[in-house]
């Protein structure tokens, strides 16, 4: 008969469950990340819906402004017409001012296409950069020169010159290698510029909305200065937007945007970003206030990948964990002023 001598249980691992004890900083921790990134769904949440009244409200505009056209432009020919017959003289001067007006409109319509068109050949010069980068071929000399030109007139002097150095180099370096020297040489000094943009209107977002008690304020203050800031780092990267160019420029950072969590965010960071004692004096208010600074931060991250004629590869790492330390550290300073 075999001997049914009961198993012994280790009582080393019962004691280690035992002894096992929670880190009250990572537990601190946690919780104001919870607190950061359930606020910022909310900021999400209103300004989509925002987005969507905005959508609904720009097409009974469209509607309207329709009916008012058609209107008005069979009424203007009925009234020449009328006027050539009975009073020529005063017929051909209305009828010149009406093709003026025509005129004006229409150049308007054109500059708004171009300003459009102009965002499209950004995301045409992506697409080719990326199959480019891919795979290197002979054409790829011909790409790095259509992305030069784009800032041989730049505003800054020292952009010009780095666009002239980028240009000379071309016929020194390997099909593999253009991309990536054009890269550095010209795009990376725009992008820590650029950084600099959303460091600064992030940090601004955040503070205000930490002691704005108004959720409809603090949307107001994102979208407001998003904008500003979205325009800013347009004209770094070259790009000038006009209205129908800002409308495709805001819907691509959106796009780029893609609503992820703030915690996505804060993985890498949630070790050796805060402190306990900074967290444990933090309100509501201010993980609000972090919520929005992240989203502002996001937003400004999202523009440099709309406008960059060369794909945007930084995962940001870095820039985002001395963001979020300095956001926090503004906060507490002000609530201990």
Avoid: C, W
């Amino acid at each position: 008969m075999k001997d049914k001598t009961p198993t012994r249980i280790d009582e080393s691992t019962i004691s280690s469950e035992k002894t096992k004890t929670i880190d009250p900083q990572r537990v601190a921790e946690d919780e104001f990340y919870q607190e950061v990134e359930e606020e910022q769904t909310k900021r999400l949440t209103k300004l989509k819906a925002m987005g969507g009244a905005m959508k609904k409200s720009l097409l009974v505009a469209s509607l309207l402004a329709s009916l008012i056209v058609i209107g008005t432009i069979y009424d203007a020919t009925f009234t020449a017409t009328s006027m050539l017959q009975n009073a020529p003289v005063l017929g051909a001067v209305y009828l010149l001012i009406l093709l003026s007006l025509i005129g004006i409109i229409t150049f308007s319509l054109i500059k708004q296409y171009i300003g459009y068109a102009k965002l499209k050949r950004i995301d045409k010069l992506q697409l080719e950069g990326l199959r480019l980068i891919k795979n290197p071929t002979n054409d790829v000399k011909a790409y790095a020169l259509k992305v030069i030109a784009q800032y041989e007139n730049h505003q800054d002097a020292d952009v010009r010159e780095n666009a002239k150095k980028a240009k000379s180099e071309l016929d020194e370096l390997m099909d593999a290698e253009v991309i990536n020297r054009v890269d550095e040489l010209l795009l990376q000094p725009l992008d820590v510029k650029a950084k600099r943009l959303i460091a600064n209107y992030s940090t601004q977002t955040a503070v205000s909305t930490a002691i704005s008690p108004v959720a409809f304020i603090d949307a107001i203050l994102i979208i407001s200065r998003s904008y500003v800031m979205i325009g800013e780092i347009s004209k770094l990267y070259g790009y000038k937007p006009n209205f129908l160019g800002e409308l495709k420029l805001i819907k691509n950072v959106f796009i780029n945007l893609a609503f992820a969590g703030a915690t996505e965010l804060l993985t890498h960071h949630s070790g050796d970003v805060l402190g306990s004692t900074i967290l444990s004096k933090l309100s509501v208010n201010s993980a609000q206030g972090v919520a929005n600074g992240v989203l502002t931060a996001r937003v400004g991250l999202g523009s440099i990948k709309s406008v960059r004629p060369i794909l945007y590869k930084d995962k940001n790492e870095g820039f985002l964990k001395n963001l979020i330390k300095n956001i926090v550290s503004k906060i507490f300073s002000n609530k201990n002023k």
